[in-house]
């Protein structure tokens, strides 16, 4: 019985990493040239909380210019990171919403075969990921967390909170959103 489920579980997440390998290589040979793949970071943002999200764009530049990447392409099932993502850099080659399958395909290949210039901002995936449980221990923050512990920007400074654009609309989600406080 207990071997039944674990192949069950172990085969259901297999097919999600096959689904994720042909989202993988959508993404790769539409949006990323191949004499563009050192310069470019894949940034997966799965819809997760939103102060990681906030986060995670708010850092984005920072991490680029440190690490010497030229643009990053989101990748994203949330609406809100999708809207706002250019807000926050300009070096944002192009921003996908996908679907939540199409994103838990991209973990679960990620989970099998870890894979170059991409990164996961989310506090709970790809599994295994549990850096909520250490918010507030020895001063901690969620900043910290995405900053050092995600985009690895050590020594750790924060960045201020200046948008390179500006948001016009007056959907309430995205101004709660750009508005984000720990």
């Known amino acids: 019985m207990f071997i039944k489920k674990l192949y069950d579980i172990s085969r259901k997440r297999l097919d ?22 050192d310069a470019t970071v894949l940034v997966v943002f799965p819809d997760d909380e939103p102060i990681f999200n906030y986060y995670g764009l708010l850092y984005l530049d920072e991490y680029l210019v440190r690490f010497l990447k030229m ?5 994203t099932s949330n609406r809100i990171v999708a809207e706002t993502a250019r807000l ?3 070096k944002i080659k192009d921003v996908l919403l996908l679907s939540p399958k199409d994103i838990e395909g991209l ?9 170059e210039n991409t990164l996961f901002i ?7 990921r549990t850096a909520f449980k ?23 400074r924060t960045v201020p909170k200046v948008l390179v654009g500006k948001y016009l609309g007056e959907d ?10 720990e």
């Open 122 to 128: 989310s506090a709970s995936k790809p599994d295994g």
């Open 88 to 90: 926050f850099t300009y």
């Open 16 to 37: 999600a990493a096959k689904d994720g390998k042909k989202v993988y290589r959508r993404i790769y040979s539409e949006f990323i040239p191949e004499w563009e793949f």
């Open 172 to 181: 309430e989600e995205i101004l709660r959103f750009l508005e984000c406080e």
């Open 134 to 156: 250490i918010v507030g221990a020895k001063g901690i923050t969620k900043e910290m967390i995405v900053a050092i512990g995600m985009y690895n920007i050590i020594p750790f």
């Open 71 to 75: 643009n990053a392409l989101i990748v």
């Open 107 to 115: 973990i679960r290949l990620y989970c099998l075969h870890p894979f």
